[in-house]
């Protein structure tokens, strides 16, 4: 017999009426298909095998399940139960116990035993796809936020409804903040709610349903451009119409940058070699020209009207082989002396004789030296000759006054020279531009000032860094590798 203390916590107290066959099958067939909560609720007290001449015990959990020859004797010896399972089918027995059972007990004919064990197995499978749904939930969304790219999840008019976790470091905004927001204001930062000019990649998905790129770029509040690439892909419901799109943001700058440095190194080689015939077929007939010109100026029979054009094409002769002169400069590897230089120096030799131009201009100019600055291994005149030109093109971005700065300081491996103003900035759109040769926003010059510090610096080892921001100024930075503390292998050979 069964303690009362087993079935007293159990909401059902049953008692099974069945051959041994057909109970044995279903009582396993429903703790298969029945989970643990279920089971805590149910207790199977005994057993009627009418028919049977030898009654075996079941067993149930290590308990032992007493069984007898009917109902009626089941019952009596155990008025707890409160439900009976009739698992054998027939229509005789089930009739008599309808009619012998009190209304306490609740009958479960075979037919709703099955019935009630198939919804137990539609339970189990629930739970097992439900858990299988959040693991795999849970699997997408540390993917998804373990991605480099910041990534958003759109509806069909652009609204964010989802990000991944990138987004959220990169933007240092709670997500409440950028659920509802047009995704223009959290991947071009328009303010507006609209995207800003450019080929809008979301639109275009909604447009033709298929997926989308385009590229846009942004100032940092340091003056620095960034490029991206911004993606949309389409999700479609299973009618194939679009209900959301994910826009998908990717850094660029650094692979922008890269490209830069390569098409500047196709142009210099185009250049190398435009120069070269340039040198040949052009500079002899101007040697010509400016020749016979000169010959002309100095025959008294010349009238003063024909003498005004001869000096005009002398000039514009000069003027030319100067262009000549610099590109061929230009487009040749630097091979001028190499010394240890003192950038403290060059600075207060270059501003002694710049500080009359910037005084004419009213730009009041600011010079600080790091006492602690190391040499660098290079030629004083061309570093005095980047110099220049950089005040130069402060001074020309600052017509109506204003203030320069030229620092030097050690970062950590680099000695920097830099020369900060306070003019008009350098636009967006040519900003890639101006470490071109031949770009140039002036009327006059070959535009290979910016070209020439930038080839310069990088023979040395170094880098040319440019911030600028319109309508507060420009800062470019050279960066010089310093003289190391050690032997000079040449010089001891």
């Known amino acids: 017999m069964i303690e009362g203390s087993v079935i007293n916590n159990k909401r059902y107290v049953i008692g099974v009426i069945g051959d041994i066959p057909a109970l044995l099958a279903l009582w396993e067939m429903f703790k298969d298909q029945s989970n643990d909560e279920i089971l805590k609720e149910i207790g199977v007290v005994a057993m009627a095998l009418p028919g049977e001449s030898v009654l075996p015990e079941a067993t149930d959990a290590g308990r032992t399940i007493p069984t007898y020859a009917g109902y009626k004797a089941m019952l009596e010896e155990h008025p707890e139960i409160n439900m009976v399972i ?8 089930v009739y008599e116990l309808r009619k012998y059972l009190p209304p306490s007990i609740t009958l479960v004919e075979r037919g709703a035993a099955q019935f009630f064990i198939n919804l137990l197995a539609s339970n189990q499978m629930w739970v ?10 849970s699997m997408l969304k540390t993917i998804v936020d373990q991605m480099e790219q910041e990534i958003l999840f759109l509806d069909r008019e ?27 204001d959290v991947f071009i930062r328009s303010g507006e709610g609209e995207c800003e000019e450019w080929d809008d990649p979301f639109e275009k998905t909604m447009r033709t349903h298929n997926p989308a790129e385009s590229t846009t770029s942004s100032v940092g509040p340091d003056g620095r451009v960034q490029y991206y690439r911004v993606y949309t892909s389409p999700v479609a419901d299973e009618d194939g119409a679009i209900n959301h799109v994910v826009a998908i943001r990717r850094d660029i700058t650094q692979r922008r940058a890269m490209e830069n440095r390569l098409q ?46 001869l000096s005009i094409i002398l000039d514009e002769s000069r003027r030319l082989d100067e262009v000549l002169r610099s590109l061929l400069n230009f487009t040749r590897p630097t091979e001028a002396q190499v010394a240890e230089v003192d950038l403290n120096d060059v600075v207060r030799a270059t501003m002694d004789v710049m500080q009359l131009p910037c005084s004419n201009q009213n730009v009041v100019t600011h010079v600080s030296l790091d006492d602690g ?27 109506s006054g204003g203030k320069m700065f030229v620092t030097t300081s050690m970062n950590q491996d680099m000695a920097v020279l830099a020369v900060e103003d306070t003019g008009v ?69």
Not at 128 to 137: E, P, S
Not at 470 to 480: F, H, I, N, R
Request: include cysteine.
């Open 128 to 137: 097992a796809c439900k858990v299988d749904l959040l693991h795999t939930q």
């Open 86 to 93: 009739e698992a054998t089918g027939r229509r005789g027995l």
């Open 264 to 309: 500047q190194a196709e142009r210099l080689a185009s250049i190398g070699e435009l120069s070269t015939y340039m040198a040949h077929e052009i500079r002899n007939p101007l040697f010509s020209i400016s020749g016979f010109a000169n010959s002309l100026m100095r025959d008294k029979e010349v009238g003063i009207k024909a003498r005004e054009k």
């Open 158 to 184: 652009g609204m964010v409804v989802g990000m991944n976790q990138t987004v959220l470091n990169r933007s240092g905004l709670p997500k409440r903040a950028l659920l509802g927001k047009h995704f223009c």
């Open 373 to 399: 600055m190391a040499k660098v291994q290079a030629n004083p005149d061309l570093i005095k000759q980047c110099l220049i030109n950089l005040i130069k093109n402060a001074l020309e971005a600052m017509d």
């Open 425 to 493: 900035g350098i636009p967006l759109d040519i900003r890639d531009k101006i470490f071109s040769p031949f770009f140039s926003t002036k009327d006059k010059g070959a535009g290979l000032g910016l070209a020439q510090i930038h080839k310069i610096v990088g023979e040395l080892g170094g880098r040319v860094d440019l911030v600028s921001m319109q309508g507060v100024g420009t800062k470019v930075t050279l960066y010089l590798p310093p003289i190391l503390a050690v032997e000079d292998l040449g010089d001891s050979a």
